[in-house]
Structure formats: C-alpha cells, structure tokens
C-alpha cells in the first residue's frame, strides 16, 4: 500500500528528471490537492538543495520542472481561466477565525508550492461522457464535445 509520503517522494524523484511535471488530479483543485502538492514540493526542495559537501553555500544542483495541474474529469466552475483559478486556490487564506496556527500552516504549504514551482499552469479536462460506467461502449456521437476540443 502507497503512503502520502511514498507517493510525495515519487512525485519528487520524477520531478528531478524531469523539465515538466504533470500532477494530475480527480475533479477539482482541494487542500487535499494542495497538501499532496505541498510534500512534493518540499521533497523536491530538499533534493534539488542537496550538496556533497555541507561547507558549502547551498546551490540547487537543478532546478525545478514547470508544474502542470491537470484537472481531470474536471467540475471546476469557474469564470477564469484554469491557471487563473489555480493561482487564485495558491493564494494565502486570510488570518481569521479560531484557527490561525492551523491557517498559517496551509499557508505555509501554497507558499512552498508558489517557490519551488515559479512555472506552473492549469489545464482541465471534461468527462468524456456522463456515465463513465459505459465509456468504452459510448458511440462517438455521444462523446462530449467539450472533452474532444482539447485534443484539438
């Protein structure tokens, strides 16, 4: 069985290899997104910070890939553009209410994610039919042609 961290330091390890990392996510951008994204990057941090020798003054031995967040299956709705509404998501929370350490603290992951990947965008993609039950018998006709403009 995958742990979060597994999964986060799978994440990282593809993203020191690569020069786009694509996140794909079910349906919508969530903290649950958000904190997946937020170990990623601090596992990447961490690896792209490393030196052999630790006198050293700390200079990335790479740098970070682009982040694509590609929302799947997308519900998002939204009168922006999906990178705009994932920047808007990355935005610090307001300080207020009862839980401010708890606040600052998911703020301290959006922060994170915003330094490690300076290059990111969002792209969203529709189901391709109502009841994915059926998606292999679906005749193309019933398609959603939302989901067949993206490849076009």
Same mark, same amino acid.
């Given at each position: 069985?995958?742990? *979060?961290?597994?999964?986060?330091?799978?994440?990282?390890?593809?993203? !020191?290899? %690569?020069? =786009?990392?694509?996140?794909?996510? $079910?349906?919508?951008?969530?903290?649950?997104?958000?904190?997946?994204?937020?170990?990623?990057?601090?596992?990447?941090?961490?690896?792209?910070?490393?030196?052999?020798?630790?006198?050293?003054?700390?200079?990335?031995?790479?740098?970070?890939?682009?982040?694509?967040?590609?929302?799947?299956? *997308?519900?998002?709705?939204?009168?922006?553009?999906?990178?705009?509404? !994932?920047? %808007?998501? =990355?935005?610090?929370?307001?300080? $207020?209410?009862?839980?401010?350490?708890?606040?600052?603290?998911?703020?301290?992951?959006?922060?994170?994610?915003?330094?490690?990947?300076?290059?990111?965008?969002?792209?969203?993609?529709?189901?391709?039919?109502?009841?994915?039950?059926?998606?292999?018998?679906?005749?193309?006709?019933?398609?959603?042609?939302?989901?067949?403009?993206?490849?076009?």
């Amino acid at each position: 069985m995958q742990t *979060a961290h597994t999964s986060s330091s799978m994440v990282a390890m593809a993203g !020191l290899l %690569s020069s =786009l990392l694509i996140y794909n996510q $079910s349906k919508a951008i969530n903290e649950d997104c958000v904190k997946d994204l937020g170990h990623a990057a601090r596992t990447l941090d961490n690896l792209m910070n490393q030196t052999g020798d630790s006198s050293e003054a700390k200079q990335p031995v790479c740098s970070a890939p682009e982040l694509l967040l590609l929302v799947r299956d *997308a519900d998002l709705d939204i009168e922006s553009t999906p990178s705009e509404h !994932l920047e %808007s998501y =990355l935005g610090d929370l307001p300080l $207020s209410g009862s839980d401010i350490s708890g606040i600052m603290a998911r703020n301290s992951v959006r922060n994170v994610i915003k330094t490690v990947f300076p290059r990111r965008s969002c792209l969203t993609l529709e189901r391709p039919c109502l009841d994915s039950s059926r998606l292999e018998s679906t005749p193309k006709e019933e398609i959603n042609p939302k989901f067949e403009q993206v490849g076009a």
